[in-house]
């Protein structure tokens, strides 16, 4: 199969991220754009590019009828879904492949069994991967409370279909269980289409590892290393880290050799992500990304590897055979991920940027689709940029990163970037001690409050 142009299906940074990956490797390239996004940079620098739709994203970058409109009224040849949207969404993947184009990601059941939670938690299990004590779904409060009886408190209640910890609650109390399992089926409802539910075991202070696989279509897998995304806020990464500074040599290899194992089991090719609860010296299932994540840069950064690249080869039907089996790190990266939003409450905060300057130097990177005069729209996530640095060890990576962000400026909206100059301040952050609680267990609004004083000064 031969790629020749490419359909982003998609906006932003990724949509950019796509752009600079197929120009380099000579494949021309369409954006799709909403009304919003008029005057957007993957706008600018596609080969060509087409209005789908208003500002909605539902009428625009969800509308699979004005996606493939726009791929047949272009000449595409196959469709880049970046991540968000319609990414993960097999039935659109289907679409494609029916359409004569070459969908740049996995088949389609891939898809649908690892969106689904149970369903991927069995198929992990039949694997021979380790997963945390739980359930399938839940026919209701009395199969719950027996679950739970049996596995032990506490337990968490999880979204089949769900996914950013919607629908996610920890129970503690035998007697919370039935109002909160009806809470979370609402929850879950409205979030995803589908209110089932399942339950598993909580792990009190975890880890969250995920291992970055690629695998081809002759049923090659290579892993390329592992990330740390502990540092949440309600299940959402703020900070990535590669590789884990936690993990001992054996247990990086038990963790990369799981994920591979389990690539090749169910078949699996293209880019893929399994994430992990890491407990100590004991690491459980916890699901998979089908798609190209946020946070790949990082693995880019101590691989070398162009993931994206990677993925529209894949694609075509490359094998592996130019990848080393076995990878080591070279050195540490870190991703701050910049958002318009207020850096205490985490509110959206839209608007339009009077000014922008972002920081440069040896080891540094960003991924951003915004400009001066760029306005942040409120139909979509407020990410704006994610800032990269890389350095030889962990702790020079965050002198480097500290020294970045003190160079970052972004004006006329309000940013995290003062929560990102306080979080690599913090004794835990910095020893490597912490869990995914580190982040809402130890949040200073005063001290935060103050890192913006001080970049308004």
Not at 99 to 108: E, H, R, T, V
Request: glycine share 8%; with cysteine; proline share 5%.
């Amino acid at each position: 199969m031969e790629i020749r142009k490419v359909l982003i299906a998609n906006r932003g940074e990724i949509a950019l991220r796509v752009i600079r990956a197929c120009r380099e490797l000579g494949l021309k390239t369409v954006a799709v754009y909403s009304t919003a996004d008029a005057h957007s940079l993957h706008v600018r620098f596609a080969d060509e590019a087409v209005c789908i739709g208003p500002g909605q994203a539902a009428q625009s970058y969800l509308n699979i009828k004005h996606i493939i409109a726009a791929a047949e009224l272009t000449g595409a040849d196959a469709v880049h879904p970046g991540y968000g949207f319609l990414a993960e969404r097999a039935e659109f993947a289907e679409i494609v492949q029916k359409c004569g184009m070459i969908f740049i990601g996995p088949d389609p059941i891939h898809m649908q069994v690892m969106g689904d939670k149970v369903r991927a938690r069995q198929t992990m299990a039949a694997a021979g991967v380790p997963v945390l004590p739980g359930t399938g779904v839940l026919s209701g409060a009395v199969e719950a409370l027996a679950a739970a009886e049996r596995i032990g408190l506490p337990v968490i209640l999880k979204a089949s279909a769900g996914g950013g910890g919607r629908g996610m609650k920890i129970i503690r109390d035998m007697r919370a269980l039935p109002s909160t399992l009806e809470t979370a089926q609402l929850e879950a409802f409205k979030a995803f289409g589908c209110g089932d539910m399942y339950l598993e075991r909580y792990v009190q202070s975890p880890r969250h590892v995920e291992v970055q696989v690629v695998a081809d279509k002759h049923g090659d897998a290579v892993h390329l290393l592992e990330r740390e995304c502990s540092v949440q806020r309600r299940h959402q990464k703020v900070i990535e880290e590669a590789p884990c500074s936690v993990l001992s040599d054996e247990l990086r290899a038990d963790m990369c050799a799981t994920a591979v194992k389990a690539a090749k089991a169910i078949g699996y090719h293209s880019l893929g992500t399994f994430e992990f609860l890491l407990d100590g010296d004991h690491f459980y299932f916890m699901e998979m990304n089908t798609r190209v994540q946020v946070e790949h840069c990082v693995t880019e950064m101590i691989t070398g590897i162009d993931l994206v690249q990677e993925q529209i080869r894949l694609a075509t039907g490359e094998p592996l055979a130019h990848l080393n089996r076995e990878h080591k790190p070279r050195g540490h990266a870190i991703e701050c991920r910049i958002n318009a939003e207020d850096p205490v409450t985490f509110a959206p905060r839209p608007g339009t940027i009077s000014a922008v300057h972002f920081p440069g130097g040896f080891g540094v990177r960003v991924d951003s689709h915004v400009y001066t005069g760029y306005t942040v729209s409120p139909h979509y996530d407020s990410m704006v940029g994610k800032l990269i640095v890389h350095a030889p060890d962990r702790p020079r990576a965050i002198m480097r990163m500290r020294r970045a962000l003190g160079e970052c400026v972004i004006e006329g909206i309000p940013t995290n970037l003062p929560l990102h100059r306080w979080l690599l301040k913090q004794p835990a952050f910095v020893s490597g001690k912490y869990d995914t609680h580190f982040l809402e267990a130890n949040l200073d609004p005063e001290a935060i409050r103050a890192e913006v004083d001080a970049e308004q000064a």
